[in-house]
């Protein structure tokens, strides 16, 4: 065999695990490792508290809850702002304090129950998994956090 030949073979077989390479790289979701999963919070936390399904069942039960409660609090803190933002056609602005006040109520019930949703789940865990649960303390801001507001607001009903 020539060297020219085996050269070519080398490339061949290089651009074949490039594109080997590039395959993985774009096939799996942000590049993690082992397949794709199921994504958001309600996967992270059943991943890294380790959950038999018992737990997991529990856990579905809790969210259920939770995303009923807090959408009862947002759908309260719309109709509030909505108001709130009535007041500006008005030369003097009476209830403007008021309803500012109702807001950051709302806000701290908002709070009190993704709090309580959190202590419920730390009842959830065996004494085993509480260590994984006070790490994944240290995350839990960023994962419940809302998404970029992106684009013009919706037109007016």
Same mark, same amino acid.
């Given at each position: 065999m020539t060297k020219v030949k085996l050269l070519g073979i080398a490339v061949v077989v290089l651009v074949l695990l490039n594109i080997g390479t590039l395959a993985m790289l774009f096939t799996r979701p942000n590049g993690r490792q082992g397949p794709p999963r199921e994504e958001g919070p309600k996967a992270i936390i059943i991943e890294r508290l380790h959950f038999d399904a018992e737990q997991v069942k529990a856990y579905e039960e809790l969210i259920a809850k939770h995303q009923a409660a807090i959408r009862t609090s947002d759908e309260k803190m719309q109709a509030t702002? /909505?108001?709130?933002? $009535?007041?500006?056609? /008005? @030369?003097?602005?009476?209830?403007?304090?008021? @309803?500012?006040?109702?807001? /950051?109520? @709302? $806000?701290?019930?908002?709070?009190?129950?993704?709090?309580?949703?959190?202590?419920?789940l730390r009842a959830l865990c065996r004494p085993d998994q509480v260590a994984s649960f006070n790490a994944l303390v240290d995350d839990l801001a960023g994962y419940f956090s809302h998404p970029t507001i992106k684009g013009p607001p919706p037109p007016a009903k």
């Open positions: 702002r /909505g108001e709130l933002y $009535q007041e500006l056609k /008005g @030369l003097d602005d009476p209830a403007k304090d008021s @309803l500012l006040d109702a807001l /950051g109520n @709302l $806000q701290r019930t908002i709070e009190a129950t993704h709090f309580a949703h959190f202590e419920a």
